[in-house]
């Protein structure tokens, strides 16, 4: 299978899950923002890569935008170089979190922490696409009454179970499809489905911290961590400046 073919099933089966409390608003971007997602999974996602870095789902002001994981306007638009205008939203919007597309003025810190390290280490998009991929677990965001971001753990029991086994399924053909020699979770959440989707296929699994600014280590140089943590699990890490 290819990532467009995995990608559209999941959207597909996404959409026929109904939520309940405490998730008030859910947000499907592979819906709305369909365009640039599709054109990042064509313009970068052919080809194995050597490593694979899983997110937990979208942020309202990253992916929940411009249909990229970790996907903050800036990053997206002036170094992955993906500016789609047409970017829809979704048809029930809490009235806190509105869909702009490429015109929203809020930054994803999560986002301009991790595609800003990308570029340090890396350079180009290219050369880190041609050995790097990054996409998350869930696709959807999910907002509480109060607008406040509800990351898949917090759902309720019986949403979360019907969330799983679309997303596991997901997540292993990917890896089946990229043959990545690591995959690593961005936090706790990620590895622990990478552990359970993924056991039995080759390649490392392990974890690097979460680059979101609500974790105290990650505001204590989340760059530089992340660094030493792959290079702790045995990545080789291009030099600064790619």
Not at 218 to 227: D, F
Request: proline content about 9%; charged content about 25%; overall charge neutral.
């Amino acid at each position: 299978m290819d990532l467009p073919s995995i990608t559209g099933r999941l959207a597909d089966e996404m959409a026929d899950i109904d939520f309940g409390p405490p998730a008030a608003w859910v947000y499907n971007p592979l819906e709305y923002a369909r365009n640039p997602h599709f054109e990042f999974l064509e313009r970068f996602g052919a080809g194995q890569k050597d490593l694979l870095l899983v997110g937990m789902n979208p942020g309202p002001w990253g992916m929940a935008q411009t249909g990229i994981p970790f996907g903050a306007v800036s990053a997206v638009r002036d170094w992955i170089g993906i500016s789609e205008r047409t970017v829809g939203s979704p048809e029930h919007q809490h009235p806190k979190r509105p869909v702009l597309g490429f015109e929203c003025r809020r930054e994803e810190v999560s986002g301009t922490r991790l595609w800003g390290w990308a570029e340090s280490l890396w350079g180009t998009p290219e050369r880190f696409f041609s050995q790097a991929w990054v996409a998350n677990y869930c696709p959807l965001l999910f907002l509480d009454r109060a607008g406040r971001n509800l990351t898949p753990n917090r759902l309720a029991a019986e949403d979360r179970e019907l969330l799983i086994a679309p997303c596991d399924r997901a997540l292993r053909e990917i890896a089946e499809t990229l043959q990545p020699r690591w995959m690593i979770g961005i936090g706790v959440f990620a590895e622990a489905r990478l552990r359970q989707a993924c056991d039995g296929l080759p390649g490392k699994i392990g974890r690097i911290l979460h680059p979101s600014p609500a974790s105290p280590a990650a505001n204590r140089g989340w760059a530089r961590q992340a660094t030493r943590q792959l290079g702790d699990l045995g990545f080789e890490l291009p030099r600064a400046g790619g």
